[in-house]
């Protein structure tokens, strides 16, 4: 075998009339300029090449190409573009075929369409996820791939960005063979051997027409498209795009929709919107990252899970880890809440195989997973235990002493409190580095984000451990400090104040919430009140009557579940504005000797949201986040904030930070010190730098 090197990242082998174009740039291999000149090299040479006859396109390492580089968007274009690759490949003259194997992602796919035929393994995966980073396939993959599998499949791959498993992407004839696993190679080889002995024309994805007469023959294809997924495409740019470009490939030639593509992929990729998404990608494996830890931590081994209370909470942590076949023991102190409790789990996991997502089976096995026990000493084999109980320091202490008496040595003992302080709650055992906080999101079950709360004494093997065991189990982890309400609740109270002021000063809820909506978030402050049930933490017998949710609470308006709370609610749930709520908060102004005003919308967004920029600066001087990026991660996973926003920090120096200190310092000397700027945001103003700097 003669291997030739054409960059330092692509090979060519040649054995006689064969050659294997190998791409070798870990870990992911990234189409980065060193690739690009290297294909773009080596498909000149074995085209010029008249020994050659087949050629193969193979990567080294986890993965097919998973995409364009990245890191280098933003950056001057260097080398040849992805563009000129493609063509030297789709006009090579031979058969070339793709050998696929992990992920053919983005540019990954975009080059395997230039590619004649495409031969995967099944544990591979096929996708264009651009999308999810604002953008759309610049090179190509939005014009040919409707010419292959046809332009409804095509709009539900570029809008969804999805990975399709290599047996659907076989059957949607996006692949054209699928190999044994480990026979990738000698199968692509194969397959271009067998193209040339039987003298298949080469097949050029863009001279295609067939499927796109089809989509011709149905014009209102992309209406309804839009249609049935406009909910899910609020707010965002790059879908829209996509679906434009999709058209262009049905009603213009190659060329001129090559052409729409790379007009339109510009002007995503310099919009704030793609900037965002592709800051939030980039952050959130930033967020599993721990600074300045000594040497080679690793993490502790984590084969049995206990959860201490059967609740909502309790219920829903145990299946992410049912989810993944880590057996879990779920303790409650009575039968009956711990029947319960399963009962609900075993009812979600069957609603999730009504619905066609997991089999049958899978129920079964994640419910095999599930032991209940009534005797707290069944935490003697967990490697992890999770707290989930109510939510007080004296019961939190009360079973962290047993805890400590229980718990085999090694073991990791968590608390999911959302508030409380966790160094207190550790200060009664006596491994205090075991102890840390795994603060799940409602429902756990189905919330990206896990805030791990690192106590004074959390030993970093201990954090490295959460961080490893959130990503098994398909959550961002992010590390936060301890202080009241953590990175996520401490935002949220800055928001929530500032809500609850708003509609005694002058806006209604209703208006707040559209304010928040609009900007992106899935609900407003009261719907989400509405929502969650406005007696959480409220009693009768304690309300002072003093407050807009006192009063509905005392009227017996608790939210949703009660038909009425901020809003009036019909039998679907549907709210509408509340002339009862409007009354109780007008008497409540006036009581309060306010004179009301009107609000407008900018004041609303605002005062809502300056005062959550802030309150991440002081998150972070006093060092309770590592990183302003790990704080959007939290917002982004946890709380709804609109991923085209890239979380308050990120869009706080989309503002301008000198722009929103100035209207925190003018709220300050109108409203008063809710309104203090933080040090850290005064001083980045003075030295013109941005968060990254703090
Ligand atoms: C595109 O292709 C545009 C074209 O249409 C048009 C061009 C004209 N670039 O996720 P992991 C890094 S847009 C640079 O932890 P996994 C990543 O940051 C692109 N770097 O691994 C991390 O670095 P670090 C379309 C990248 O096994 C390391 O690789 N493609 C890229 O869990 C490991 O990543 C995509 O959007 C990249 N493209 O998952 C695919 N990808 O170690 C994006 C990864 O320093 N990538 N890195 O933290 C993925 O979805 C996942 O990385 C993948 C592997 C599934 C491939």
Redesign the pocket.
Known sequence: MLVTKFSDTVRLETEGDLAVVRVDNP??N??SADVRAGLKAAFDAVGANADITAIVLACDG??FI??????EFGKPMQGP??HDVEEAIENVGKPVVAAIH??A????L?VALACHWRVAVPSAKCG???V??G?????G?TQRLPRLVGAEAALKMVTGGD?VPAKKAHAMGLVDELADEGGLEAAAIAFARKAVAEGKPLRRIRDMDEKLAEARANPGLFDEFRKANARKFRGFEAPEANIKCIEAAVNLPFDEGMKFERDA?MKLMTGSQSAAQRYV??SE??AA?IPNLDGDVKPRAIGKVAIIGAGTMGGGIAMNFANVGIPVTIIEMKDEALQRGLGVIRKNYENTAAKGRISADDVEKRMGCLTGSLDLASVAEADLVIEAVFENMDIKKEVFTKLDALAKPGAILATNTSYLDVDEIASVTKRPGDVLGLHFFSPANVMRLLEIVRAEKTASDVLVTALDLARKIGKVGVVAGVCHGFIGNRMLAARQREAQKLILEGAMPWDVDRVLYDFGMPMGPFQMGDLAGLDIGWSKETSKGETVRDLLCEMDRRGQKTGAGFYDYDEKRVGSPSPVTEKIILDLSAKAGIKRRSISDEEILERCLYPMVNEGAKILEEGKAYRASDIDIVWINGYGWPVYRGGPMFWGELVGLDKVLKRMQEFETTMGADFKPSALLERLVREGKGFSAA
Not at 135 to 139: F, K, N
């Open positions: 870990p992911v990234a189409l986890r993965t998973a995409g364009a580089d990245i890191r573009s992805l992990g992920t992602l983005g540019g990954g975009e264009l996820p651009e999810k980073l953008l759309l396939p610049g090179a993959g990975h992929f990608f980039f494996r930033e990252k």
